[in-house]
């Protein structure tokens, strides 16, 4: 009977290894940006697409790349590109000879990880950080305030 | 065993190098570049042209053979980048094939004008994200 659950067990995983690329079945097809701004509430764009206020996350397909835009009034735009890069899994097919692999991984878009760029370097001053935590990209921004705006006063939090 | 090597390192090589669309470019008439601000109009087939327009060229998007990133909203992101870099304000889709047995990808036929009226008043395809 055991015998029987582990027959059932490999035609079960064999044809799924087979048919799936390395990268495919690690990262997926999609990764999640997450975008996060100082301070928050400055709205995101992708491709020119509004996806909403910062804090905000998006599970992009990672066969593409995108524009990001960060945008608040009274603070300088913030712009980076989140371009697809090498996704060292895709080796694996190699690794165990899965020519099918080769194949698929590049059709899902799983031989890449999106990774951001930062486009405007003298806003990196501002704070700019991102991590890729494990699959993810997290996009912190600090906003930079616009010189072109005049302060003219201060809200005071009450006792 | 060597032979089985090469073949893999090959299909590796393809598959890391043709992945995008193969766009050809007729530009007859080229415009001052527009900047990101610039709204470019999108119009589908089936979209309606406005009167007094320049024409700036036409744009081809055909499947390269190993093409992965061609997706309808994917191949109108990289039109409207074009069209900016031609000063072009509208876009309009011509011809669509859509995937089929055949390829997987759209594959397009663009036209590329320049508007001087407000671009945002036409009706035109919104992109959206995949």
């Keep these: 009977m055991k015998q029987m659950k582990n027959i059932f067990k490999v035609l079960i995983t064999f044809p799924m290894l087979l048919f799936m690329g390395c990268a495919t079945i690690i990262s997926g097809s999609r990764q999640t940006i997450k975008v996060a701004s100082i301070p928050s509430s400055a709205t995101v764009y992708i491709n020119e697409v509004e996806v909403g206020k910062t804090p905000v996350e998006r599970s992009l397909k990672r066969n593409q790349e995108y524009q990001v835009l960060i945008k608040l009034d009274g603070y300088q735009p913030y712009e980076t590109l989140i371009s697809k890069e090498f996704n060292a899994w895709y080796l694996g097919n190699i690794l165990i000879g899965g020519i099918i692999g080769l194949i698929i991984d590049p059709i899902t878009g799983a031989m890449y990880k999106l990774t951001p760029e930062e486009l405007t370097a003298n806003l990196t001053h501002g704070g700019t950080a991102f991590r890729t935590e494990k699959k993810d990209v997290y996009l912190m921004v600090n906003m930079d305030i616009d010189p072109g705006w005049e302060k003219v006063g201060q809200l005071i939090k009450m006792k | ?130």
């Excluded at chain 2, 061609?70 to 876009?91: D, H, Y």
Aim: proline content about 3%.
């Design chain 2, 1 to 130: 065993m060597k032979q089985m090597t090469q073949i893999l390192f090959v299909i590796m090589a393809v598959g890391l190098t043709n992945c995008g669309p193969k766009i050809s470019s007729n530009l007859i008439n080229p415009q001052l570049k527009l900047s990101v601000e610039e709204k470019v109009a999108l119009l589908d087939v089936h979209h309606e042209l406005p009167n007094n327009i320049i024409k700036v060229g036409d744009l081809r998007f055909q499947d390269s053979g190993f093409s992965t990133d061609c997706s309808f909203n994917s191949l109108m992101t990289r039109v409207r980048n074009e069209a900016r870099k031609n000063g072009a304000n509208i876009a309009k889709v011509i011809d669509k094939k859509t995937p089929d047995l055949w390829s997987s990808c759209y594959r397009l036929k663009i036209e590329l004008y320049k508007y001087v009226g407000d671009v945002s008043t036409l009706s035109q395809y919104k992109l959206t994200l995949d």
